[in-house]
């Protein structure tokens, strides 16, 4: 009887990728777990997400570095201000591209909004950290849309628009038609999102 990384490598198609869930084997699952990291150690396997694999086709991967050019040239000519990981899959093993969406947050390039969410950053004129081009309202809005759901002015906005409140609203609070739970923003100042 062949190996478990031997079954796992038959099961698995070329130029397919293969959810772990879906791989029927006789055997446990932590030993299914061990087996995939040992083949993604190997070379043999990519791991393209949580739980998601497709064979390596024999190609070195990139390194974090020259992955994290393609990014920033890929975020660079951009005309959206969000990026999702999932943006970048392509470029690299879902590893390779977080280390290096880490390496360009360390740089400034990048800063990170949400598990999973970027946008594109400069240097503060005031205190020189790198902040988010567009406003917190704007990436918020982007980013939920990014999410598949959408955002309509909240309760705050809507009175004072109508002229039945007096007080100005912060900006934060965003109206969405589906429970996100993600916490949105950066360096300590998120949104609010509440249900429609």
């Not at 043999?44 to 086709?57: Q, T």
């Not at 360009?104 to 081009?133: C, F, H, N």
């Not at 906005?157 to 109206?175: F, K």
Request: glycine fraction near 10%; avoid cysteine.
């Amino acid at each position: 009887m062949p190996s478990l990384a031997n079954q796992i490598l038959d099961s698995i198609p070329e130029n397919a990728i293969v959810e772990r869930g879906s791989l029927v084997l006789a055997a446990d699952y932590d030993s299914v777990g061990r087996a995939l990291k040992q083949l993604v150690q190997n070379r043999k396997l990519v791991r393209v997400g949580r739980g998601r694999y497709r064979k390596s086709g024999g190609q070195t991967t990139s390194s974090a570095s020259s992955i994290a050019e393609l990014i920033a040239q890929r975020v660079r000519r951009s005309r959206r201000n969000v990026f999702m990981r999932s943006d970048f899959g392509e470029f690299g093993s879902y590893d390779a591209v977080g280390r290096a969406l880490r390496q360009l947050v360390q740089t400034g390039r990048l800063v990170q909004i949400g598990y999973g969410l970027y946008a594109k950053a400069e240097p503060s004129p005031l205190t020189g950290k790198p902040v988010p081009i567009v406003g917190i309202r704007i990436l918020a809005s982007e980013a939920i849309r990014r999410l598949g759901k959408s955002v309509e002015p909240s309760r705050f906005d809507t009175a004072y628009n109508s002229g039945r409140s007096a007080q100005v609203p912060t900006g934060r609070t965003l109206t969405v038609n589906a429970r996100i739970r993600r916490r949105i923003g950066y360096d300590g100042h998120y949104v609010v999102l509440q249900s429609a």
